[in-house]
């Protein structure tokens, strides 16, 4: 009776050494590789529990998810000959990782190495201005490089690259900190100058309009007077007006028709001299030594 018992846990302890050894559980977001006698079998694990043959069989989980590495800065020197420092993010995934197992050695550390070397390569394919304007441009060229010697022979998908930072030298940082200074100055000025063109324009047609009526003119020297009373000014400039202007305008020929010698006077200006003249003339009349 004690040697059936002693059997009995004898078989019971094996059977549960054996199920240790056969049984694996897989992820739902990974796959199992089975391994017999060092050579790789064909069927790949699906998630759940899996047998496998004690001793002979060794299962490898892979992992199917999207996994992130950053590229650490790099040293490239663009087209145009400027000395960049530039880091990236790769974003991939294993879709066959029977390729991912056999055909490289450490598929993370490699993916690192081809980044790294197609980060250099784009970068002094570009120019600066199409490193620093056209991200898209140069995220997709990396993605095409990189994704080149990784899909086919090591089973990896690159889902997406992109460029973090673009670090410049100070030099470059002033020299593109004086252009976009310069240029933005430019367009204040064109700006400017255009507004000035506009306004000439509508103050030329706002002229016409004026001269076609005589007192819109003095209507806006009065409006004038009344912007310039309302700030509070202790000294108020009248303009001349512009009719009399016009009036000694009109009697300087007949006054220097008249031929009448007159003595020598200073220097008056010509509105205060065209003023005694035209008094002068009114002296002359016959009425005038009648009184």
């Known amino acids: 009776m004690g040697a059936a018992v002693v059997g009995l846990v004898i078989v019971v302890v094996v059977v549960v050494l054996v199920l240790s050894l056969s049984v694996r559980l897989v992820q739902q977001y990974q796959r199992g590789i089975v391994f017999r006698f060092g050579r790789v079998l064909e069927r790949v694990r699906q998630p759940g529990l899996q047998l496998i043959v004690p001793v002979a069989d060794r299962m490898v989980r892979v992992s199917m998810q999207t996994t992130v590495i950053g590229v650490p800065p790099q040293g490239a020197i663009t ?10 993010v790769v974003y991939y995934r294993v879709v066959d990782p029977v390729k991912a197992l056999v055909n490289v050695h450490d598929y993370p550390s490699a993916v690192l190495q081809v980044a790294q070397t197609a980060l250099r390569s784009v970068i002094g394919r ?43 030298p100070e030099g470059m940082k002033r020299s593109m900190s004086r252009q976009a ?35 819109a003119y003095q209507l806006r020297l009065l409006q004038t007077v009344v912007d310039v009373a309302a700030e509070k ?23 220097a028709g008249s031929g009448r010698p007159t003595a020598a006077a200073p220097d008056l200006g010509p509105v205060t001299e065209q003023v005694a003249t035209a008094a002068e003339q009114g002296d002359d009349r016959p009425g005038a030594s009648g009184r």
Do not use: C, Y
């Open 181 to 215: 200074e310069a240029e933005r100055e430019r367009r204040a000025r064109v700006i400017a100058a255009d507004g000035e063109f506009q306004a000439s324009r509508r103050l030329a047609d706002a002229s016409r309009a004026m001269e076609a009526t005589p007192g």
């Open 233 to 255: 000014n202790s000294t108020l400039v009248m303009p001349f007006p512009v009719e009399l202007l016009r009036f000694f305008d009109q009697l300087a020929p007949h006054t």
């Open 79 to 88: 087209r145009d000959n400027v000395t960049l420092t530039v880091d990236a």
């Open 126 to 168: 570009a120019d600066l201005d199409t490193v620093l304007g056209d991200r898209e441009r140069v995220n997709a060229e990396l993605k095409s490089v990189i994704d080149a010697p990784t899909e086919k022979p090591w089973g990896l998908l690159i889902e997406r690259v992109e460029v973090k930072d673009v670090s410049l």
